[in-house]
């Protein structure tokens, strides 16, 4: 991509005034009607890189279109399209994942995964959906239980020909097509279950953002000085129109690590009064929990 070309070590986030612009838009384009994957990860991208800026977010998308563009005919049914995008984005482009990727921060932000072409599976996957989208396919995201996956046709169809059939991508691997069984391994792997059809399901962009954002947020826990990050991937997704309670009790816990010892406490306290009238006992935990985060102020 020939946008933002910074090599990042450790990225510095924006000031608290572009910070705050950025944040307006992500709820802004979360609750719109259509809601933009592309646009909600650069923006993801944004809140962790302060040198992404509007051009660096334009050249991504401009990326996306000229992958699109690149691919050299039209496939027909979902086989053709999966084996297409494989040749070209995995083969011809490089787009894979490593083990190494899970230990970056950029391998979960959209325009450094277009920059390395390496990511994690549900980054990898996004820019397989835009590419895809863009070229005229129908495709989405399938949330496999610890490895996200594209698909391509109707989900839950017969594979009866070869426009009737639901095909499995994992762009991870490089876009190799998946069978059955292959799929099966990789839930039981992750699990320890055999797959179910419900796994099939396409993914709603909203969801696929959260799951990004909780992979950022796995990916700070496992490095406690990297608590910043951890706040405001829980910042964002309680932007989004539907999230888990527990965020709020989540972001109060790292506020208190943070030293907002007042903040985190009155934080604590809310988000008791919500667990309050289905689980008193958990309620009183967190008020505990609140008062030892208010002593800590003497």
């Known amino acids: 991509m020939k946008g933002h070309e910074a090599v990042m070590g450790r990225p510095h986030p924006p000031g608290p005034e572009r910070s705050a612009a950025w944040r307006r838009r ?16 650069l923006l993801i991208g944004a809140e962790a890189d302060g040198t992404l800026d509007e051009a660096g977010m334009d050249a991504a998308q401009i990326e996306l279109d000229r992958l699109a563009g690149q691919l050299p005919f039209r496939p027909g049914g979902p086989r053709a399209w999966a084996t297409a995008l494989a040749e070209h984005l995995g083969a ?4 894979r994942g490593t083990a ?3 230990q970056r921060l950029e391998s979960s932000l959209l325009h450094e995964v277009l920059r390395r072409r390496r990511g994690l599976p549900i980054l990898l996957s996004v820019v397989w959906m835009e590419v895809a989208r863009r070229a005229g396919a129908h495709v989405y995201g399938v949330a496999l239980p610890g490895h996200f996956v594209v698909g391509f046709g109707r989900q839950g169809a017969s594979p009866s020909t070869d426009f009737d059939e639901q095909v499995l991508a994992d762009p991870f691997d490089g876009g ?3 069978t059955g069984p292959d799929a099966e391994l990789l839930v039981a792997g992750a699990t320890g279950a055999p797959l179910d059809p419900s796994m099939l399901t396409p993914a709603d962009p909203l969801d696929v953002v959260l799951r990004i954002l909780n992979n950022i947020r ?3 826990a496992a490095r406690p000085e990297r608590g910043d990050v951890a706040l405001w991937a ?10 888990p309670a527990r965020l709020r009790y989540d972001r109060a816990q790292l506020l208190v690590q943070h030293g907002d010892f007042l903040t985190g406490a009155t934080e604590l306290d809310a988000y008791a009064d919500i667990v309050a009238p289905v689980d008193e006992p958990t ?3 967190v008020r505990q929990q609140a008062r030892a985060a208010r002593a800590m102020l003497n």
């Open 218 to 220: 796995a990916w700070a």
């Open 100 to 102: 190494g990727d899970y």
């Open 283 to 285: 309620a009183d935990r």
């Open 92 to 95: 011809h482009c490089g787009f």
């Open 176 to 178: 190799r097509v998946l």
């Open 234 to 243: 829980v910042d964002l997704s309680l932007l989004l129109p539907s999230h």
């Open 26 to 41: 992500f709820a802004d384009e979360a609750r719109a009607e259509r809601p933009d994957l592309a646009t909600l990860c």
